[in-house]
């Protein structure tokens, strides 16, 4: 991950709050619109999900039968991999569009909560790394993780839709049909 103005955070300048009359001015949807690391998070995305998905399945499928912990740790070990990856694919994707690596107001909370997916994703990999937690509790600690992923997935999704429906406000207002 890159570093930000730390002291240009702004919890408060959200898209709707900061006066913007959406999620991107014209100059950042162009930017983000012309920049490769759009597409490369439009394919992490569903990669990072698809990951998510079989490793839960055999996260719960340890858990409730206590075969293939081996499988499950090194699909968790997979997910957080991909993660890190997204995350710092993100943050650049960020810097181009927003001019800054994290915390831009548009995406300030989910950036927020972000911090708290990797976090306990990392925890994980240290405890599975250091033998400071039983195979269940490991496993358990693994699903608090997905769980945060599935709320942070959500918030990116609502933010796509948003934008989605901005652009299309944007195009009506200039007469363009869809």
């Known amino acids: 991950m890159g570093e930000s103005g730390m002291s240009d955070m702004r919890p408060s300048d959200s898209a709707a709050g900061s006066g913007r009359k959406g999620l991107y001015t014209p100059d950042e949807r162009a930017r983000r619109d012309a920049s490769p690391w759009t597409v490369v998070q439009g394919i992490l995305a569903p990669v990072q999900f698809l990951v998510f998905l079989v490793s839960l399945a055999l996260v719960l499928r340890y858990l409730l ?83 945060t992923y599935v709320i942070n997935a959500g918030q990116f999704l609502w933010k796509l839709r948003m934008a989605r429906l901005d652009a299309a406000r944007a195009d009506a207002g200039r007469g363009v049909s869809a």
């Not at 650049?92 to 927020?112: M, N, R, S, T």
């Not at 306990?120 to 269940?136: D, G, K, N, Q, W």
């Open 65 to 147: 039968t206590g075969d293939g912990y081996t499988a499950a740790t090194i699909s968790i070990v997979i997910k957080t991999g991909v993660l890190y990856l997204i995350m710092v694919t993100g943050a650049i994707w960020e810097k181009v569009v927003f001019g800054q690596y994290l915390f831009a107001p548009a995406f300030f909370w989910e950036d927020v909560f972000s911090f708290a997916v990797i976090g306990l994703h990392t925890a994980y990999i240290v405890a599975l790394f250091t033998h400071s937690l039983s195979p269940v509790s490991l496993m358990l600690l693994a699903l608090a993780a997905y769980a």
